[in-house]
């Protein structure tokens, strides 16, 4: 794919949705320039432990459980599911 982009007044350039689409990059991301030989490769940083953090839900211990419980529950479920 091939584009045309405008730098401003204040050195920024945008970059169409397609191209960022095609990266998979979304706002806030960040992207890893290089340039050799007087060309310009952009790259996904790809994401970070910072960047996912508090994307999964809070994990509370059901009412009358022990952690033990829930870990001893979880190794049998294991080993049903892998070694039947």
């Known amino acids: 794919m091939q584009t045309t982009i405008s730098i401003t ?6 970059f169409p949705k397609k191209v960022l689409d095609m990266l998979g990059a979304r706002p806030g991301d960040r992207l890893i320039v290089r340039i050799e030989n007087n060309r310009v490769t952009l790259e996904p940083t790809g994401r970070g432990i910072l960047d996912i953090a508090g994307t999964l839900p809070k994990f509370t211990i059901p009412k009358g459980k022990t952690l033990e419980d829930i870990i001893e529950e979880s190794r049998d479920e294991y080993f049903r599911k892998t070694f039947r």
């Open 9 to 14: 007044s204040k050195r920024q350039a945008t």
